[in-house]
C-alpha cells in the first residue's frame, strides 16, 4: 500500500521568512495530493491541493510542487504569519481508491 | 453550509467495552471516510463508505466496524477496547466527483 513520508516533524521559522515542507510517496497510481493545516484544537481544513498531471499550484503566499519521476511534493509559505503556525499534513490518493494516506504532520511555529 | 457534524464530542470508556460513534455529512455529499488521529501520530485511515456500502477499510483489525444510514450518515463502532483505541476519531465527507475531504471536529475517545 501507499506510504507517505514527512519532513521536517518540527520547524520553527521566523516571522516573514519561508517555510518549506516536504513528503515522498510510494504509490505510483497516486494521483490526488492535499496539504491540510491543523490549528490546536480544531478540525483538519484543506489549504491546497495538486493532481499529478500539474507541477506546481499557487494559491497566494501558498504553493505546491510535484515531481512525479522523483515521487516527492513540497508545501512551500512565504511571508510567513503567525496564524500560520498550525500542524501541517500532507497526504496522498491514487486515483479511484479515494483513501487518503496521511504523512505524519509538521508541527510549524513562526517566531514573532 | 453546515459543516461535518459529530457525536459525542469525547468519550470515555473502559477497557472491553464498546463505543459507538456518530458522524453526519454535510448536505449532498454521500461518501464518509473515518479517520483515527493518535497522539504524536498522523491520519490512519479507517473506514470508506458510499451510498450505503464499505469501499475500502484501513488496517484495522474487525472489531472496528460501521455503517452508512439511508441519509448517509454513518456510526463508527469499536468492541472490546484497547487502551491503544484511545484517540481522536475524525470523519470526513465528501461530493461524488470531487476531490476534497471535509473533516468534522472529531470525537476524543479515552479508554481506561
Redesign the interface.
Same mark, same amino acid.
Given at each position: 500500500?501507499e506510504n507517505v513520508e514527512?519532513h521536517p516533524s518540527t520547524l520553527s521559522v521566523q516571522e516573514g521568512d519561508s517555510a518549506v515542507i516536504k513528503c515522498t510517496y510510494s504509490d505510483s497510481a497516486s494521483n !490526488?495530493f492535499?496539504w !491540510?493545516k491543523q490549528e490546536l484544537g480544531?478540525?483538519?481544513?484543506?489549504i491546497i491541493?495538486i493532481?499529478s498531471n500539474v507541477g506546481e499550484k499557487k494559491d497566494q503566499r501558498i504553493a505546491v510542487t510535484l515531481n512525479k519521476t522523483a515521487k516527492h511534493f513540497s508545501l512551500h509559505i512565504t511571508e510567513t504569519q503567525p496564524e500560520d503556525s498550525a500542524v501541517y499534513?500532507c497526504?496522498a490518493?491514487p486515483f479511484g481508491?479515494?483513501?487518503? &494516506?496521511?504523512? &505524519?504532520?509538521t508541527r510549524l511555529t513562526i517566531i514573532p | 453550509e453546515a459543516g461535518?457534524t459529530q457525536s459525542p464530542t469525547h468519550l470515555i470508556k473502559t477497557r472491553g467495552q464498546q463505543a459507538t460513534l456518530r458522524c453526519s455529512p454535510i448536505s449532498g455529499h454521500t461518501?464518509v471516510?473515518w479517520?483515527q488521529q493518535a497522539l504524536g %501520530?498522523? %491520519?490512519?485511515?479507517l473506514l470508506?463508505y458510499d451510498e450505503g456500502e464499505e469501499?475500502?477499510r484501513?488496517?484495522f483489525p474487525p472489531r472496528f466496524s460501521g455503517r452508512q444510514f439511508p441519509n448517509y450518515s454513518s456510526e463508527l463502532n469499536v468492541n472490546a477496547l484497547e487502551l491503544e483505541d484511545s484517540a481522536l476519531y %475524525?470523519c470526513a465527507s465528501?461530493y461524488r466527483g470531487d476531490?476534497?475531504?471535509?473533516?468534522?471536529?472529531?470525537t476524543r475517545l479515552t479508554v481506561l
Open positions: 500500500g514527512q !490526488y492535499p !491540510y480544531k478540525r483538519p481544513q484543506l491541493d493532481r499534513f497526504a490518493s481508491n479515494e483513501k487518503l &494516506t496521511f504523512g &505524519t504532520g | 461535518v461518501s471516510y479517520y %501520530l498522523g %491520519l490512519q485511515f470508506w469501499r475500502n484501513g488496517n %475524525l465528501k476531490n476534497e475531504q471535509f473533516f468534522g471536529p472529531g
